[in-house]
Nanobody, 129 residues
C-alpha cells in the first residue's frame, strides 16, 4: 500500500510560481514512476508530467504539451518526495493537481492515468488573471 500526500497548492497571480510536493510512503519509492495530473471543473483529468523509472537510478521526464517549458518535475528519493515546479502560471493552469504513483508500469503509456495505481487526494491551484 502506498500513500501519497500533496502540498503546496494555493492562489497565485498570472505569471507567478508555485512548487507542489508529494510525499509518498513505501520502501520501494525509487522504483516507482511518479506523475502529476490535473483536473479542472468540467474537464477530464489531464496529464501534466511524469518521471518514468527505467531501472537502476535512471528516470526520464515527460511533460504535457500545455506545460512544456514552464513546469519541471523532480524527485528526492531520500525523502520519498516528488516535486512539481510551476513557473509562468496562467489562468488555464487552474485545477486540482493530483500526484500519482505507478508501482508496476514504466512503459510508454505514461500519460494514461489508468497506468497509475495510487493517487493522492489532490491540491487546488488557482491562478488569477
Amino acid at each position: 500500500q502506498v500513500q501519497l500526500v500533496e502540498s503546496g497548492g494555493g492562489l497565485v497571480q498570472t505569471g507567478g510560481s508555485l512548487r507542489l510536493a508529494c510525499a509518498a510512503s513505501g520502501r520501494a519509492f525509487s522504483t516507482y514512476t511518479m506523475g502529476w495530473f490535473r483536473q479542472a471543473p468540467g474537464k477530464e483529468r489531464e496529464f501534466v508530467a511524469t518521471l518514468r523509472w527505467t531501472g537502476g537510478s535512471t528516470y526520464y521526464a515527460y511533460y504535457g504539451d500545455s506545460v512544456k517549458g514552464r513546469f519541471t518535475i523532480s524527485r528526492d528519493n531520500a525523502k520519498n518526495t516528488v516535486y512539481l515546479q510551476m513557473n509562468t502560471l496562467k489562468p488555464e493552469d487552474t485545477a486540482v493537481y493530483y500526484c500519482a504513483a505507478s508501482t508496476y508500469y514504466s512503459g510508454s503509456y505514461y500519460a494514461d492515468p489508468l497506468r497509475y495505481d495510487y493517487w493522492g487526494q489532490g491540491t487546488q491551484v488557482t491562478v488569477s488573471s
